[in-house]
């Protein structure tokens, strides 16, 4: 069936290095991705959405590409911090399907002092 | 705390006995989802509810499931006949606004242990 997924389950950076996080989505007529970071024993939370017209979106120390060539998507961290070790999911919604969020299987990211 | 909230936290039960979970979502949401999370995976989408009304249910949610918004405030989820393979966490999102992509807001979840 059709899913979201990621390339890498876990990922180590040292602090203050930048942190890519990766994600290969398989149907095209997705419209909307967002991140979202999930702590230990917390509900997923927002960090950057993009829409299906745009190939990039910067936020605060993150930023978002989407490669609808090949169906990818990146999280892009600058100057990783202790604070961000956390798995990060990216999800996808279809047009007009009630905004239910498709989930992959998610990236955990651990930063190293 | 004006997020949204679940109750409970934790819920042990034993096989065969009947659960309940709560979920307030933030004030003023329209939409309410049901996602359930096992270990090392995505939340999956289980239904959602615009104000009062159940729009969609996914093939996850079996006979044994049953959710219910019924002032399209608060919301309850029901599992009658746990079976081990419901433990897992399940989480309640809130969102605003009747366009299919708005940004949702998750609680912090009801981690459900069957014996």
């Known amino acids: 069936g059709e899913s979201v997924g990621l390339h890498l389950p876990t990922l180590s950076v040292q602090e203050g290095d930048n942190s890519i996080i990766n994600c290969a989505y398989s149907?095209?007529?997705?419209?909307?991705f967002i991140w979202y970071k999930q702590e230990s024993g917390k509900g997923p939370q927002f960090i950057i959405d993009i829409r299906s017209n745009m190939d990039k979106r910067q936020g605060q120390r993150v930023t978002v590409l989407l490669n609808k060539t090949v169906k990818h998507l990146s999280l892009q961290i600058a100057a990783t911090q202790p604070g961000d070790s956390a798995v990060y999911f990216c999800a996808e919604i279809y047009y007009n399907q009630g905004g239910k969020l498709i989930f992959g299987q998610g990236t955990e990211l651990s930063v190293k002092p | 705390d004006t997020g949204v909230s679940q109750d409970p936290r934790h819920k042990i039960t034993k096989r065969g006995q009947n659960v309940t979970f709560r979920c307030d979502p933030i004030s003023e949401h329209n939409r309410l989802y049901w996602y359930r999370q096992t270990l090392g995976q995505g939340p999956e989408f289980l239904t959602y509810?615009?104000?009062?009304?159940?729009?969609?249910k996914s093939r996850l949610l079996s006979d044994r499931f049953s959710a219910e918004r019924p002032k399209g405030s608060f919301s309850t989820l029901e599992i009658q006949r746990t079976e081990q393979g419901d433990s897992a966490m399940y989480l309640c999102?809130?969102?605003?606004?009747?366009?299919?992509?708005?940004?949702?807001?998750f609680g912090p979840g009801t981690r459900l242990t069957v014996t």
């Open positions: 999102a809130s969102s605003l606004g009747e366009g299919w992509a708005s940004e949702q807001y």
């Open positions: 509810f615009q104000n009062e009304a159940q729009l969609e």
């Open positions: 149907n095209s007529a997705s419209d909307y």
